[in-house]
């Protein structure tokens, strides 16, 4: 079984709100995580990868969390040119295969003046 | 041109038509995939290729024929789809497969309506 899950949302929030989107995955042997942006009818970008110790780019903080197999993306003063939908991906190897992106449904966030 | 880019942008077809998506990247990428993005569906990968050969086909229908004909291009033939088969069809690429930190880059899509 090869999933990964999100809270579709929507996230409304204000300008300047700290928003929280979490991740579950059911592959323990996922490799590596990431968490890409789609903007509304635009192909999806890598906006951070997600390393076991936590990392943080600006406004943006993500944190992995191996045995509970969850990933967070932390957004502190959000910004209006957030609003986008934020998936999370995995990398699974299973079978043979290997480099394969696993991707959630999304979680939409809008973000309102 | 730059990064990975997509044509046509948008396509209606009968079901009975046969066409091609066509997928090129200037990343000096060695993996190309396509996927299909519906809506309220996570993306599904369908095909995957490595230095131009076939390494993955994710038990996708006959009607989508992939084509790898150099590290460079990639096409999906498409023949006697059906309307579920509507949706947004995306190219990426990476460096390479293997790797664990496998960035990919993703065209703008192709926009599919099967009539």
């Known amino acids: 079984r090869k999933e990964v899950e999100q809270d579709p949302g929507p996230f409304n929030v204000p300008e300047g709100a700290t928003v929280a989107f979490n991740c579950t995955y059911s592959?323990?042997?996922?490799?590596?995580f990431f968490w890409y942006r789609q903007d509304c009818r635009k192909e999806p970008k890598l906006l951070m990868s997600?390393?076991?110790s936590g990392n943080e780019d600006g406004r943006f903080t993500a944190q992995l969390n191996r045995a509970s197999q969850y990933i967070s993306l932390l957004i502190r003063d959000s910004k209006l040119s957030d609003s986008a939908t934020y998936l999370c991906v995995v990398n699974f190897s299973y079978g043979g295969s290997q480099g394969n992106l696993i991707f959630g449904k999304g979680t939409k966030l809008s973000v309102k003046p | 041109e730059t990064g990975v880019t997509q044509t046509p942008r948008h396509l209606v077809m009968g079901m009975t038509n046969k066409k091609s998506l066509k997928c090129e990247q200037h990343l000096g990428h060695n993996a190309m995939y396509w996927y299909k993005q519906s809506a309220k569906k996570p993306l599904e990968l369908m095909f995957v290729y490595s230095l131009e050969e076939r390494v993955e086909n994710n038990s996708v229908p006959s009607r989508f024929s992939p084509e790898c004909p150099n590290s460079s291009h990639l096409f999906l033939h498409l023949h006697t789809l059906q309307p579920e088969d509507s949706a947004l069809y995306l190219c990426a690429s990476s460096q390479d497969r293997a790797s664990a930190n496998n960035e990919q880059f993703f065209g703008p899509g192709t926009r599919l309506t099967v009539l």
């Open positions: 592959n323990s042997a996922s490799q590596s």
């Open positions: 997600v390393y076991s």
